[in-house]
């Protein structure tokens, strides 16, 4: 059976990935792809490296016929998903790659993201989207809310040692470097060659991150109490890639056997022998997450460290995984690309 998929928002650099993945899928079929500003142009001339494809114009929203569409991903920007999702008709499945179904609480939605939800309804119906732990949520769902790609990186670290409790919940502290293709595809004068190259800094620094409200959700869930993380993301001059080291007190062997039992059956995190720590040139345009653990030089504490694909693992990968589930396709299917390197 082939699968009839739109993707909404199809110019943005999820957008261009998705069409990359989809593209190598035996059961998937791209009829519609979106883009506002771009509509009427062809996906060859907004991305040359996927001239090769037989792919549809790029069109207005209004102009897909949504009745001929199995499953639509959602790559718009933030409070925009969250309108069109909701005029979508109800039969076709959804999968959102933006921030506004990834937060339960309304309240706690409108404190990170600064306004009040449009979709209140299908807010209390969206699956969160990280596969190994929401599996069989997904497998059932209509809309499925993608995570935050730092929210990830994080995740994969910690929600384990959380629910083993291996670690003490209240010295956690979580730094990040991710490429600035995580920052998306718009023009921002901090984003310019210029402002950007030679150099790396921290930003929403003191907890003002809104992937925050992920760890909050999460892990707080996990526990059965609130845990509140320390969280520092850095911006570096690299185009993709996430680099997350996590500090934290617990024994490191422990931890690595932890890590390791959690994700053994896991097809696409991998965790390295214990002492080993993992790169982002390792995981580089694939699906892949790698985790790494190594005692640190003071007793009973340990350092964890995650690498993945922001725009792959961290994003539409994880979606193509997502709705490999929902459509009742092997999860593996269209996401065995080898990482490319060097």
């Known amino acids: ?18 069409v990359r993945l989809i593209a190598t899928h035996p059961n998937m079929d791209i009829v519609a792809l979106s883009a506002d500003r771009k509509a009427g ?16 114009t790029l069109c207005k929203i209004d102009e897909i016929d949504f009745d001929a569409v199995d499953l639509c991903f959602c790559a718009l920007p933030h409070a925009t998903s969250q309108k069109v999702i909701k005029a979508l008709p109800g039969n076709v499945k959804v999968i959102d790659l933006s921030a506004d179904f990834r937060i ?52 994969y670290i910690l929600r384990p040692l959380i629910s083993a409790g291996v670690i003490d919940f209240d010295h956690i502290i979580l ?11 718009s023009l921002k004068e901090n984003l310019l060659h210029a402002e950007l190259s030679e150099g790396y800094h921290a930003y929403a620094i003191g907890g003002t991150h809104r992937h925050l409200g992920e760890f909050d959700q999460e892990f707080s869930l996990l ?29 490191a062997q ?18 390295l022998p214990l002492g080993e720590a993992p790169s982002t040139k390792h995981v580089r345009a694939s699906n892949f997450c790698h985790l790494g653990v190594v005692a640190d030089r003071i007793e009973g504490r340990a350092i964890v460290v995650a690498a993945l694909d922001n725009l792959t693992k961290g994003s539409s990968g994880q979606a193509l995984q997502n709705a490999n589930l929902m459509l009742g396709e092997e999860e593996t299917t269209g996401l065995m690309l080898a990482p490319v390197f060097p």
């Open 104 to 155: 339960r609480d309304p309240e706690e939605y409108a404190k990170w993201y600064g306004g009040e939800h449009d979709a209140i309804e299908l807010q209390k119906e969206a699956v969160y989207g990280l596969t190994e732990f929401y599996r069989d949520e997904i497998k059932n769902a209509r809309l499925v809310a993608g995570t935050g790609c730092n929210a990830a990186t994080g995740q």
């Open 175 to 185: 730094d990040l470097k991710c490429g600035v293709s995580g920052a998306g595809r």
């Open 254 to 271: 422990a931890v690595h056997d932890t890590l390791a039992a959690a994700y053994a059956d896991e097809p696409f995190v991998e965790v």
């Open 223 to 251: 526990a059965g109490r609130d845990v509140r993380i320390q969280f520092t993301p850095h911006l570096v001059p690299a185009n993709r890639g996430i680099l997350a080291t996590a500090y934290v007190h617990g024994d």
């Open 41 to 56: 142009m062809e996906m060859a001339a907004v991305f040359p490296h996927l001239r090769h494809l037989d792919l549809p």
């Open 1 to 18: 059976m082939t699968h009839k998929i739109a993707i909404l928002g199809a110019s943005g650099y999820t957008g261009a990935e998705l």
